[in-house]
């Protein structure tokens, strides 16, 4: 009963903060208020009035305070009062219902412009609004013409790295805002292993998108496979991203064994209705003869990052081997030089022996001869 108690609590809570935008957003201050605004500014005041006197907070200069309160003032005090309040939110709607009648062309006017204003203050605030604020300013630095840089190498500096330096940038951002991310709000479940279907299932709740990937696999492999989904981490560095609503949504989540970033893979987030992230250049109002009609397309260029790293780390293994290889024929053609070292000594050794035998056995020879003659 506590835990329904509170979700109800929490609902309450949500829809009154609905009713307070809904107030909030009902009229506009003006030098000379329409009829509709004036009454509705006299039923917020009501309300107020109310509010206070069944708090026990209602003072001898309370009326000259209503009065004197901005719309802001008046709207945030029915905010708070109406949590405590809330049998009078009913009365207050139909009040406020009833009022309409008094509307003209002008407050639907308002209105309109109103709900304009919200949305842009709101789209202000999103990320794809952000991302490209702070790459505009990133890039604007970059673009200037140092104070003491030279003409022609300012030129070269832009003819040579504007795209390079431009994708970076665009890169950054993105991952600075990827970073702001609250990591408690991403989830990952293994679910058990299907036997009869040989399908192993993933969950993931991320920034409060959740789907399932479905895989199939092997009964023989499906523990190892298990062991890694259950044991890996979620790199959201190197996950892929797009927009939804104008925020950042996952677009491929990539998981790594942990102290093994090298065993990894990446699941596709199964949310639709997304798009690209795309930045046009142009769009920026940027002087820059080189990035002209140039559009940044993040998953192009994450993909060509990623092939061009597989690459480098392609040669990178291949330089290692060759000079493995190398090293391995060094240690061969020393090890012969040394063999046929060791086997010129010996056969020069045994030369040797032999020389000095012969030249003994002719030493000997001739002692022989002198001996007899001399007999």
């Given at each position: 009963m506590a835990k329904i108690s509170l979700n109800m609590r929490k609902l309450k809570i949500i829809w009154l903060l609905s009713l307070f935008i809904f107030i909030s957003n009902g009229v506009y201050s003006s030098t000379q208020p329409t009829k509709y605004q004036r009454k509705v500014l006299e039923i917020k005041r009501k309300y107020v009035k109310k509010i206070l006197i069944e708090g026990g907070k209602w003072r001898s200069n309370s009326n000259l305070q209503i009065r004197n309160a901005s719309e802001d003032e008046l709207d945030a005090s029915l905010f708070m009062g109406f949590l405590v309040c809330s049998h009078l939110v009913d009365n207050y709607k139909r009040e406020l219902k009833r009022a309409e009648r008094f509307k003209t062309k002008k407050d639907y006017q308002y209105e309109k412009e109103l709900k304009e204003k919200k949305l842009k203050e709101k789209y202000e605030k999103t990320d794809r609004r952000i991302i490209f604020r702070?790459?505009?300013?990133k890039f604007e630095n970059w673009n200037k013409r140092g104070e003491f840089e030279e003409k022609e190498i300012y030129l070269n500096r832009l003819k040579n790295q504007s795209h390079m330096v431009f994708d970076s940038i665009c890169l950054d951002e993105i991952q600075n805002q990827v970073v702001k991310m609250n990591?408690?709000?991403?989830?990952?479940?293994v679910l058990p292993y299907d036997p009869e279907n040989e399908i192993l299932s993933i969950t993931f709740d991320i920034e409060g998108f959740k789907w399932t990937n479905k895989y199939s696999i092997s009964f023989k492999d499906a523990k190892i496979y298990k062991d890694f989904y259950y044991y890996s981490e979620i790199n959201k560095k190197k996950s892929y991203w797009c927009f939804y609503n104008n925020n950042l949504c996952p677009k491929a989540i990539r998981l790594e064994e942990p102290n093994h970033t090298d065993n990894n893979t990446l699941c596709d987030a199964l949310?639709?209705?997304?798009?690209?992230?795309?930045?046009?250049?142009?769009?920026?109002?940027?002087?820059?003869?080189?990035?002209?009609?140039?559009?940044?397309?993040?998953?192009?260029?994450?993909?060509?990052?990623?092939?061009?790293?597989?690459?480098?780390?392609?040669?990178?293994?291949?330089?290692?081997e060759l000079e493995k290889l190398k090293r391995k024929q060094r240690r061969i053609l020393e090890e012969h030089r040394k063999l046929k070292k060791q086997e010129e000594e010996r056969l020069e050794k045994k030369k040797k022996e032999k020389e000095k035998k012969e030249l003994?056995?002719?030493?000997?020879k001739l002692k022989n001869t002198i001996i007899i003659k001399t007999l």
């Open positions: 702070n790459i505009k300013g990591e408690y709000r991403w989830k990952k479940e949310v639709e209705n997304t798009e690209n992230i795309i930045y046009t250049f142009d769009k920026f109002e940027i002087q820059n003869q080189y990035l002209i009609g140039y559009t940044f397309d993040y998953i192009k260029v994450i993909k060509k990052q990623e092939k061009e790293r597989l690459e480098k780390k392609k040669k990178e293994e291949e330089r290692k003994d056995e002719l030493k000997k």
